[in-house]
Every structure is written in structure tokens, then in C-alpha cells.
């Protein structure tokens, strides 16, 4: 018996131990606390200024979810990537109002966007989207501009974001029939259409907590939170290192976010952030600027 284990109550020795675990090799704190962090979506088609569905304020999260990926207590970080081809059925320039949602064929560049009065608007339109596999099953989806597609620049991840840190990237979106905001699969169920293998890898490593961050906090993030949160992870989104494309869109999802047990959305000083660095979160005043002083700063690195 050591000199500690005889000083100490049982109880408290063990968590003494536990607090000795080496934190670079990714030992817990708290050994029922097994986070993992997905950033979801940080690609230059959603950042300004050049993304063909920025995010106001996409590009200045950065700085925070490079902090977060510091923390030694993630098990697990996760970055994905929309990964659409040309024809996906999300994009308005392959719809007008009397066309039939667009064939699987692939295609080598983008389609043109019809020109006739009919054609639907990005934005502002929307289609519906039926299970392939069973017609029965549908949503109606939000169309965009063409976005992501897959090998391009605007599918890149931001050269900001600090990818030596994370451990498994995953491409989404990448069935030309369905869309897929969520990190994990499709909104189908009878059956599921695609699924990325996500939460399979998070049992794997045994996580406990999800932590989500990225783009865009009404869509894609919004989604894999729920889902996270529907495949039995504690999950907590991060509200500062997460931008939308519409305010009050926001404002409903964070609210049924709120309103489901075991689902946080939480602020940067909070104690969700602060517990995944034991030592002390310094103070790094980055995030409350926007793209442009986040430009600004890269510019004058160079």
C-alpha cells in the first residue's frame, strides 16, 4: 500500500487516481464522461465571402472550435463535409414547378438552372422528397443554390480549421434523392435511405456526450444534435462556435432542442465548455468578431 492509498479514504484515492490519468492519451476526469466533438460542416460554400450559401459569421467560429478541439477529454473528433453531386435533389437550378425531382444519373459538371418563369428559386422554394424505396414516405425540403459538390473548392474544408485534430471525416449528401442534414442519415425510416455509420462509430469508442459545432445551426446542426440526442448520447450544442442561416429559424430549432431531455444548448462560459479543460479555459476573445475581422487577422499572418 502506498503512502497516498494510506492517507486516503478508498473513495477519495480512487479519484485521486483518476485525476492522475494522463490527459494527452485521452483519460477522463470523470470516468462517465466520454465526449466526442463533431464539427459539422465547416466548407468554404458556407463561409464568406466566396460560398454560394455563406453563413453570415460562418468563417469566425473558427477560432472557437479550434479551442475545442484542444481539449484533451475528446475521445473522439468527428468533421463533416456535405458531399452532394451535381444533380442533387436539394439544389433549386434542378427543379421548376412542373419537373419531376432529378434522375440518379450522374453528371459531370453542374446543370445548367432553367430559365423559364417556373424555375424555382433558391431559398425560397421547396420540393418534396419521397423515400425511393417506398413512395409513401415523404418531407417537404428547403431548395439552395448548388452547394458543396463533390471535389470542388466550396466542398474544401476552411484552411482555418485545424483538421490535424480530428480523427475521421464523414461525407454526407451524397444520394442525389434525399437530403441529409444530419450527420447520422437521412429523415427516412421506413427504410432508411442512407446512414453514415456515425453513431456506430460513437458506440465504439464508448462516448457518453456529443458535443456539436459548425454550420449551420438551423440545419445541419440542429439535425445531428437531435439525432445524437435520439441515439442516447447527452448532447450539448455549443451556441457561440455555431452560426444560422436564419435568425428566427434559430430561435424555434434552439427551443425544441431546449425542450428535449438530455439536450443543452449552452454558452461558451458555461460549465459544459469549462469541464472539458480541468486546467482552466483562458480567455481567448476570439468569436465575437466576424468574417471580415477573421479575414483581417489571416491577412496579416501573412
Request: aromatic residues 8%; glycine residues 8%.
Amino acid at each position: 500500500m502506498g503512502l497516498l492509498e494510506w492517507l486516503m479514504p478508498p473513495s477519495i484515492f480512487n479519484v485521486f487516481q483518476t485525476r492522475l490519468l494522463d490527459n494527452e492519451q485521452g483519460a477522463q476526469l470523470e470516468p462517465d464522461f466520454r465526449p466526442a466533438l463533431l464539427v459539422v460542416d465547416m466548407q468554404e460554400d458556407f463561409c464568406p465571402p466566396n460560398g454560394t450559401l455563406a453563413v453570415t459569421g460562418g468563417r469566425s467560429i473558427t477560432p472557437l472550435i479550434n479551442t475545442l478541439l484542444s481539449s484533451p477529454l475528446f475521445v473522439l473528433r468527428v468533421a463533416t463535409k456535405d458531399w452532394h453531386p451535381p444533380n442533387h435533389i436539394s439544389f433549386a437550378c434542378n427543379h421548376n414547378h412542373t419537373s419531376s425531382p432529378p434522375s440518379s444519373s450522374s453528371s459531370s459538371s453542374p446543370p445548367c438552372c432553367p430559365e423559364s418563369s417556373g424555375e424555382a428559386i433558391p431559398f425560397l422554394s421547396t420540393t418534396t422528397v419521397h423515400n425511393p424505396h417506398n413512395p409513401s414516405e415523404s418531407y417537404t425540403t428547403r431548395l439552395w443554390p448548388s452547394h458543396c459538390i463533390a471535389g470542388t473548392p466550396g466542398a474544401s474544408l476552411i484552411p482555418e480549421l485545424d483538421v490535424s485534430k480530428i480523427d475521421q471525416i464523414l461525407e454526407k449528401g451524397t444520394n442525389p434523392l434525399v437530403e441529409m442534414y444530419s450527420a447520422f442519415y437521412d429523415p427516412f425510416i421506413s427504410p432508411r435511405v442512407s446512414d453514415s455509420g456515425l453513431a456506430h462509430m460513437l458506440r465504439e469508442a464508448k462516448v457518453t456526450h456529443v458535443y456539436v459545432v459548425g454550420l449551420a445551426a438551423d440545419y445541419c446542426v440542429w439535425s445531428t444534435a437531435m439525432d445524437a440526442h435520439n441515439e442516447g448520447f447527452e448532447t450539448v450544442v455549443v451556441e457561440e462556435a455555431t452560426k444560422p442561416v436564419d435568425e428566427d429559424g434559430w430561435r424555434k430549432c434552439k427551443e425544441a432542442l431546449e425542450g428535449e431531455a438530455g439536450v443543452k444548448v449552452v454558452r461558451w462560459e458555461g460549465e459544459e465548455v469549462g469541464r472539458l479543460f480541468p486546467g482552466g479555459l483562458a480567455t481567448t476573445g476570439v468569436g465575437a468578431g466576424g468574417d471580415e475581422e477573421v479575414g483581417e487577422k489571416e491577412e496579416e499572418k501573412i
